[in-house]
């Protein structure tokens, strides 16, 4: 899909946050050389806390990526650079953008980024999404090359049925935003199957309500409690 806006959403254990960061590789690959054969792109990583970037996509990319390709990490930024085979050279800074701070909305918003993507998002505030929004399609400057794409990736498990994301993705989804709904994992067609252990699912099964097993399991929308005697 080439749409700006898209949202992954299923199930715990179905590779959403390493198809988004697939995504991105593959992306900062094709993006145009400019004139010295250099393919420039700069993407921010967003989840609610440093400690869950740590832990999930910094984990993530540097365990499928870092056999193969040459970077440099810091406490907030992945470096890729290393050449391709026609010659040409990547350049592609991710940058590791935690929101638990007001200072880390402020410099996330100051950013001139490529795309982003933004993991659990059901966990990030939905008005960060619109000034998220804002900042990709910056980079790089049309005076050094025209890039190739720009987009907003959301990752996560279902959200409520109730909320923003659920409105402007389900409901009355604008142009150019586009929901990918994966399948229950118990369900025939469930994905990433291959890389979970057999009895993953049913394991999950054991001792939870079923509102959660509906969502984290099989994929459902959550329902809001909102209202109900606790």
Request: proline share 8%.
């Amino acid at each position: 899909s080439n749409s700006r806006m898209r949202a992954l959403v299923g199930p715990l254990g179905s590779g959403k946050t390493m198809g988004a960061l697939m995504e991105l590789f593959r992306r900062m690959v094709e993006q145009a050389p400019d004139a010295n054969g250099i393919r420039p792109t700069r993407f921010a990583l967003v989840r609610n806390t440093a400690a869950q970037l740590r832990e999930t996509l910094l984990k993530d990319a540097t365990n499928y990526f870092g056999e193969f390709f040459t970077y440099k990490v810091s406490t907030s930024t992945m470096e890729f650079r290393f050449r391709q085979a026609d010659g040409t050279q990547i350049e592609s800074d991710w940058l590791l953008t935690p929101l638990d701070r007001p200072e880390d909305q402020k410099k996330l918003l100051s950013l001139n980024l490529t795309g982003a993507v933004v993991d659990e998002c059901r966990e990030v505030p939905y008005e960060i999404i619109a000034p998220l929004d804002g900042r990709i399609g910056r980079f790089p400057p049309p005076v050094r090359v025209q890039r190739t794409w720009r987009g907003l990736i959301l990752v996560s498990n279902p959200w409520s049925v109730n909320s923003d994301y659920h409105t402007n993705f389900v409901i009355a989804p604008p142009p150019g935003w586009e929901l990918f709904k994966q399948p229950g994992g118990l369900d025939p067609e469930a994905e990433n199957i291959e890389n979970l252990d057999s009895d993953y699912y049913t394991r999950l099964l054991e001792g939870r309500s079923q509102a959660w097993i509906d969502v984290h399991v099989h994929g459902k929308w959550g329902q809001d409690p909102g209202g109900q005697p606790v």
